[in-house]
């Protein structure tokens, strides 16, 4: 079964970039697209002279954006479950320390 509908991508990504935007002003006329096809129409051509790593960093507040979204809509929780689904090692949280690293601290 499908966790989230088409429409619901597009609507938690649109909120995405609309709040992305004020940070990465080039990101005007990107648009959630239709997932899987494309995720972020238009985002070749406004990034197009922008330095690489502000079109990385700005790629990555979408996602950052998005994944609020979903915490505001759904929970930590259950985020980060669904994220893990399909990133397997998502680096969402610091690992809780274990009785052996404490020792080694210690």
Not at 33 to 60: F, S
């Amino acid at each position: 079964s499908r966790t989230i509908s088409s429409t619901g991508f597009q609507a938690i990504l649109s909120v995405a970039l609309h709040v992305t935007q004020a940070e990465f002003p080039f990101l005007e006329g990107v648009h959630a697209g239709r997932a899987p096809e494309t995720c972020l129409e238009g985002l070749r051509e406004r990034v197009r002279g922008v330095e690489p790593g502000e079109a990385a960093r700005a790629v990555l507040a979408v996602l950052g954006a998005a994944l609020d979204v979903l915490v505001d809509f759904i929970g930590e929780d259950l985020t980060f479950r669904l994220v893990h689904e399909v990133w397997l090692d998502v680096p969402l949280r610091k690992p809780r320390p274990t009785r052996r690293s404490r020792r080694q601290e210690g």
